[in-house]
């Protein structure tokens, strides 16, 4: 819904216009008016389809006649993919004369980019309107609609389309006034294209005066109070009794010291401002008056409703922010403990993702439209946040369990919005914010869609896919360190590359869904502008080839969704956003392909054209589908040839995502706006997976070949008597079988195995390769697996792809490409050489270099001109050291080529780089800003100021920080700005070995420690920080940092202020030092945020604040000085 409006005549007659009007990707469309005539107990739509697929912004109701109706629309959007829902009918400002049943134009527009955003109606004369319209301008009717005059007056001149300016409007005009106020608040562009943040402004005489009101300062500064989302979260709301009370919303103020914000009132017309926004969910969207005492209103954002009883609180003059009053109207669950505080029966939760937990029957996961990822207790059957923020795709690891808890999950993985992986272990149930960035390998500037696609390979729960416009993989998603994950980019560009909005539409050329199978080695991939990919190789090969399919047989439409078969990834099918409207000649929404993208077959049949949000396939019967769509959950028994409304008891809500537990029977569906819902398909059967593998050994003619086959049974019933059959692939005889395996002309048979619940079952055969090979004849392909149960469940496997090697191949890999070593010292390198071939092999050495280098073994003590015999798929380590000359500049570099060479076959061998960096002196700085801003000149200058030379690393240039290189110095001075989250996280193992070897760290910057950051290992036995991880310590704003007396660096140093306006944010955190740390400054609430400890070999000065910030340039620099001399002291 969009619009609400009780008719003043008659508070039991409620109109209520579909539709959502907020102008985000996912306001929804509607299908017109509602209309309730018992107060709000029953309602029926009375307008009719003329308005399906707007959305409403506003509805008046004439106060003298109930059924005198106003109703303003603009664009609405559908589907998890946003898709603009075609319509007939203009946007704008329509009449009704008859309680909603026919409706007349009254303003109107065909353009979606210039909908009616507000209107409002003088209740002391309801012909007269005013109505704003987006990015166009702000209008006046004095007629009832009949004509339309623009009342900019004296409002800035503007390029209003350009940003979108939305006109929020407000009206009062109480008995005895002479004329309306009106009120707006907008941002936008000048006509030089120059931004200016929102101001609230007024006129009293019909819009050809206009006034600008007070900016307010410090935290109840109203200027500004929509941030940059003016277009979303954007309201304007006068007293109706009294124009000089009003209210405006906004974004909440993050920046602000304390944060706070997001909503204001003036009570003397705006020459003053207080903010009541403190400790309420940010994005203000709605605000109402109690009609009969206006001190008594109700605000609406993205986190629900709020109410007060007090104009808000904060009405004594010097009221505090923490003065502000309101009464949550939501159920609210203590986030560290589960526990249920209070529950009121709400439940307009968006979904936009949703994971059941096989493990833990009754648990779910979900993310949610900035209401972060919530998890459902099983102690009350309430849902709670565990990571803020917006919450994206949330993914389950579905079969390991929890080394700390057997019955939880290892990991849960989720994503804020962008690019933004993190994973949480769900054991630490007291960790609000615990989760644990692992976004090592992406590039964080990729185009990327809001919520980011991934999957995890249920049969690898290490691997999992990320999509941005190309597609990454990380093979080690649950390393012991999450600064130890690390993706790769496995594609090109796999959208059409487009810049900007996306040709068909959407939002832009990025990845929107991924599919895989439990079993082989191919991946899907597909765009929101509608483009599908397939590689029969992603989850192998780090070079996979990727081929775009179904240019003629699927629609030019988003992909919102793959379900593949999980023994065979040939087998797949594929769900569709928008609306068929938009590609008449194929108007489908779910496809399928038999042969791996080669061909898709639409089997959409009479399912209604409106966006498939979701596709899943049920495990345990491959004929059975369960979809998602903005009108509900459908399924089909037949492989998609019928299609029939799933469930009852569910409202005819859009679902965006469907997830089935096939262990429990259980699917569970994620709505927009209606909360989460499960359904037991009552299903009591085995669900089995075939999958298949090999020892990974070089193998060529003559070589025999190792197969493992692993059925694995997801479902809630024992499968027995299973019949096992394997084709035995061609050019190969057979060997041997376990298990009771025996071959049978041109197949291996398994008779009579049994799969337990939850279990799996493998079995083991050799195959030998034919001695002779065609020239032709590149790989040994075993395909054609099928099993069948006696319970009837049966599946087929997906083809197994062996290379064939040559004879001889080696491959070079260097721990480390580049390093670092003091002048007139050697920096060494360990090299791994793997021998690709299926034939033992020796290699020999040799490397050319401007400074002198050699090779040794792998103790890196014994010259080695050559290696020990390698077998086939085995590696050796031999070490490369290099000299840095003694009179090499600092940071001079020389690269080394190392050149191997095969024993075996001469012509066969490769060669690698090693970059050597010389270090002439004791200082480094680390650069972790990322550009933004760029404040590194606050520490070179603090550091020049001081005499001191300095070698220089700049992250955002080269992620890939040398080890060597900095333990070659001794002091580093590490500082990461305002990156986030979690910046030191993926550096931790070096600054250990850094500190382990006796050196000395001054770490600073904003929100280092915010989310689990601050629970690492190294955090609390190097950085000896006490860290708990929730909002007692953290984002703990401070205008000055004290030093502490007896403190061997901040002794004698009085109050210094905080400049926020470095870094435009106010995210500092309090730390509790661990002996031997002590606080060396604290904030102004006395808490330390600061320390110093000085343990075993190393030293650390850590600030939690950011240095770039502290003081004047001459402050900043003694504070170096004082570090510097305790380092060497």
């Known amino acids: 819904m969009g619009a609400l409006a009780i008719a003043p005549s008659n508070d039991k007659i409620i109109y209520a216009g579909s539709g959502e009007g907020a102008l985000s990707g996912d306001s929804y469309y509607g299908d017109g008016v509602y209309k309730s005539t018992d107060g709000g107990v029953s309602w029926a739509r009375v307008s009719s389809d003329q308005f399906n697929g707007q959305a409403s912004s506003a509805i008046e109701v004439d106060p003298t006649n109930p059924d005198h109706v106003y109703l303003a629309t603009l664009r609405g959007r559908g589907g998890a993919k946003r898709m603009t829902h075609p319509t007939d009918a203009q946007f704008g400002v329509w009449e009704s004369r008859d309680g909603g049943r026919n409706w007349t134009l009254k303003r109107g527009t065909k353009d979606e980019l210039h909908g009616a955003t507000d209107l409002v109606m003088d209740p002391r004369n309801p012909r007269m309107l005013w109505a704003s319209f987006w990015g166009d301008a702000i209008y006046r009717s004095t007629d009832g609609g009949a004509t339309w005059t623009s009342t900019l007056g004296t409002l800035p001149a503007g390029n209003f389309l350009e940003g979108g300016t939305r006109f929020a409007l407000g009206l009062s005009h109480p008995n005895g006034a002479a004329n309306p106020t009106i009120y707006t608040n907008f941002d936008y562009f000048d006509l030089s294209d120059t931004y200016h943040p929102s101001q609230v402004w007024k006129t009293v005489d019909g819009g050809t005066t206009w006034t600008v009101t007070a900016p307010g300062s410090g935290p109840d500064a109203v200027a500004g109070s929509c941030g940059t989302q003016c277009f979303y979260d954007n309201f304007v709301k006068p007293d109706p009794t009294n124009p000089n009370v009003v209210y405006v919303g906004g974004s909440y103020g993050y920046n602000n010291s304390p944060q706070s914000g997001g909503v204001f009132r003036s009570t003397d017309g705006g020459a003053t401002w207080k903010s009541l926004g403190y400790d309420l969910h940010p994005d203000f969207h709605a605000f109402a008056f109690q009609p009969t005492n206006t001190q008594h209103v109700v605000i609406g954002n993205d986190g629900g409703i709020w109410q007060s009883f007090t104009g808000g609180g904060r009405n004594g003059a010097a009221d505090p922010l923490s003065a502000a009053q309101w009464e949550n109207l939501n159920g609210t669950v203590d986030p560290t403990s589960g526990a249920l505080i209070h529950s009121t029966g709400l439940r307009i939760t968006q979904y936009t993702s949703i994971a059941t937990v096989p493990q833990v029957p009754g648990q779910y996961w979900g993310g949610t439209q900035d209401n972060g990822t919530l998890r459902r207790s099983l102690a009350n059957s309430r849902w709670f946040d565990q990571a803020g923020g917006d919450g994206g795709q949330v993914l389950v690891d579905r079969t390991t369990t929890n080394p700390l808890n057997p019955n939880l999950p290892a990991y849960v993985f989720g994503t804020f919005f962008g690019i933004s992986p993190y994973r949480y272990n769900p054991s630490e149930v007291g960790t609000f914010f615990g989760n644990e960035t692992i976004d090592g390998g992406i590039n964080l500037t990729d185009r990327a869609e809001f919520y980011v696609p991934w999957v995890q390979n249920q049969s690898n729960p290490n691997q999992i896919f990320l999509g941005t416009y190309r597609l990454y993989r990380t093979n080690n998603a649950e390393a012991a360190s999450a600064g130890d994950v690390h993706f790769d980019t496995i594609s090109p560009d796999l959208s059409?590359?487009?810049?900007?909005?996306?040709?068909?539409?959407?939002?832009?050329?990025?990845?929107?869904?991924?599919?895989?199978?439990?079993?082989?080695?191919?991946?899907?991939?597909?765009?929101?502008?509608?483009?599908?990919?397939?590689?029969?190789?992603?989850?192998?090969?780090?070079?996979?080839?990727?081929?775009?399919?179904?240019?003629?047989?699927?629609?030019?439409?988003?992909?919102?969704?793959?379900?593949?078969?999980?023994?065979?990834?040939?087998?797949?099918?594929?769900?569709?956003?928008?609306?068929?409207?938009?590609?008449?000649?194929?108007?489908?929404?779910?496809?399928?392909?038999?042969?791996?993208?080669?061909?898709?077959?639409?089997?959409?049949?009479?399912?209604?054209?409106?966006?498939?949000?979701?596709?899943?396939?049920?495990?345990s019967d491959d004929n059975t589908l369960y979809i998602g769509t903005d009108v509900g959950p459908f399924s089909s028994r037949n492989g998609g040839r019928t299609?029939?409304?799933?469930?009852?008891?569910?409202?005819?809500?859009?679902?965006?995502?469907?997830?089935?537990?096939?262990?429990?029977?259980?699917?569970?569906?994620?709505?927009?706006?209606?909360?989460?819902?499960?359904?037991?398909?009552?299903?009591?059967?085995?669900?089995?997976?075939?999958?298949?593998?090999?020892?990974?050994?070089?193998?060529?003619?003559?070589?025999?070949?190792?197969?493992?086959?692993?059925?694995?049974?997801?479902?809630?019933?024992?499968?027995?008597?299973?019949?096992?059959?394997?084709?035995?692939?061609?050019?190969?005889?057979?060997?041997?079988?376990?298990?009771?395996?025996?071959?049978?002309?041109?197949?291996?048979?398994?008779?009579?195995?049994?799969?337990?619940?939850?279990?799996?079952?493998?079995?083991?055969?050799?195959?030998?390769?034919?001695n002779r090979l065609p020239s032709s004849v590149t790989s040994i392909v075993n395909d054609g697996i099928t099993l069948r149960s006696d319970q009837g469940v049966d599946a087929s496997g997906s083809?197994?792809?062996?290379?064939?090697?040559?004879?001889?191949?080696?491959?070079?890999?260097?721990?480390?490409?580049?390093?670092?070593?003091?002048?007139?010292?050697?920096?060494?390198?360990?090299?791994?050489?793997?021998?690709?071939?299926?034939?033992?092999?020796?290699?020999?050495?040799?490397?050319?270099?401007?400074?002198?280098?050699?090779?040794?073994?792998?103790?890196?003590?014994?010259?080695?001109?050559?290696?020990?015999?390698?077998?086939?798929?085995?590696?050796?380590?031999?070490?490369?050291?290099?000299?840095?000359?003694?009179?090499?500049?600092?940071?001079?570099?020389?690269?080394?080529?190392?050149?191997?060479?095969?024993?075996?076959?001469?012509?066969?061998?490769?060669?690698?780089?090693?970059?050597?960096?010389?270090?002439?002196?004791?200082?480094?700085?680390?650069?972790?800003?990322?550009?933004?801003?760029?404040?590194?000149?606050?520490?070179?200058?603090?550091?020049?100021?001081?005499?001191?030379?300095?070698?220089?690393?700049?992250?955002?240039?080269?992620?890939?920080?040398?080890?060597?290189?900095?333990?070659?110095?001794?002091?580093?001075?590490?500082?990461?700005?305002?990156?986030?989250?979690?910046?030191?996280?993926?550096?931790?193992?070096?600054?250990?070995?850094?500190?382990?070897?006796?050196?000395?760290?001054?770490?600073?910057?904003?929100d280092i420690l915010d989310q689990a950051a601050g629970t690492t290992a190294f955090v609390h036995d190097y950085l000896h920080i006490a860290w708990d991880g929730t909002e007692r310590q953290n984002d703990k704003a401070t205008t000055a940092v004290h030093g502490v007396p007896g403190n061997p660096v901040t002794d004698g140093i009085a109050a210094v202020p905080l400049d926020h306006s470095v870094l435009n944010a106010t995210f500092e955190d309090e730390v509790t030092p661990i002996a031997p740390a002590t606080a060396a400054f604290t904030d102004d609430t006395t808490a330390p945020d600061a320390l110093t400890v000085a343990a075993g070999p190393y030293k650390v000065v850590f600030l939690a604040f950011p240095l770039e910030g502290y003081g004047t340039a001459t402050q900043k620099a003694d504070l170096m000085k004082r570090v510097l001399t305790y380092f060497t002291t």
């Open 643 to 770: 299609w029939k409304r799933l469930g009852t008891d569910m409202p005819k809500v859009a679902v965006w995502q469907l997830d089935y537990d096939a262990s429990h029977a259980t699917l569970v569906a994620g709505t927009h706006g209606r909360a989460a819902y499960t359904l037991d398909t009552g299903v009591s059967t085995p669900a089995l997976a075939v999958s298949t593998s090999d020892n990974g050994l070089p193998v060529g003619p003559g070589s025999q070949v190792h197969y493992t086959v692993t059925i694995h049974n997801d479902g809630n019933a024992p499968a027995t008597g299973v019949r096992l059959d394997v084709p035995l692939p061609a050019r190969t005889g057979f060997v041997s079988a376990d298990n009771g395996g025996t071959s049978r002309g041109d197949s291996i048979r398994w008779r009579d195995l049994t799969v337990q619940t939850g279990g799996t079952t493998s079995v083991n055969f050799t195959a030998q390769i034919a």
């Open 496 to 619: 059409t590359g487009c810049p900007g909005a996306a040709p068909n539409g959407a939002r832009g050329c990025f990845i929107s869904a991924i599919g895989l199978a439990q079993g082989g080695d191919g991946v899907y991939v597909g765009t929101d502008d509608g483009v599908v990919s397939v590689s029969p190789n992603a989850v192998t090969s780090n070079n996979p080839t990727w081929t775009r399919v179904g240019q003629k047989s699927l629609p030019n439409r988003p992909i919102t969704q793959f379900a593949v078969d999980r023994s065979n990834w040939r087998v797949a099918y594929a769900s569709y956003a928008g609306f068929g409207a938009a590609t008449p000649r194929n108007r489908g929404h779910v496809f399928k392909t038999t042969d791996g993208g080669q061909h898709w077959d639409d089997i959409s049949g009479r399912l209604p054209d409106v966006p498939v949000n979701s596709v899943i396939l049920d495990p």
């Open 799 to 1006: 083809p197994h792809t062996v290379p064939i090697a040559p004879a001889h191949s080696v491959t070079i890999t260097a721990a480390e490409q580049k390093g670092g070593a003091r002048v007139g010292t050697d920096a060494s390198y360990t090299v791994h050489l793997t021998n690709k071939g299926f034939q033992p092999d020796t290699y020999t050495l040799s490397t050319t270099s401007a400074w002198p280098a050699k090779t040794f073994d792998a103790t890196c003590t014994t010259p080695a001109p050559t290696t020990p015999t390698v077998a086939p798929g085995s590696s050796t380590d031999v070490c490369v050291k290099v000299t840095v000359p003694a009179d090499a500049a600092n940071a001079a570099t020389n690269d080394t080529a190392l050149t191997v060479k095969s024993s075996g076959n001469a012509t066969v061998g490769g060669s690698g780089t090693l970059t050597t960096i010389a270090v002439a002196v004791d200082t480094l700085i680390v650069d972790q800003d990322l550009g933004a801003p760029n404040v590194q000149t606050a520490y070179q200058d603090a550091l020049t100021a001081n005499g001191v030379k300095f070698s220089y690393w700049d992250l955002s240039a080269d992620q890939a920080l040398p080890r060597t290189y900095v333990t070659a110095h001794r002091n580093v001075v590490w500082f990461t700005g305002k990156t986030f989250p979690a910046p030191v996280t993926p550096y931790e193992g070096l600054l250990k070995t850094f500190l382990d070897g006796g050196g000395r760290l001054f770490l600073s910057g904003q």
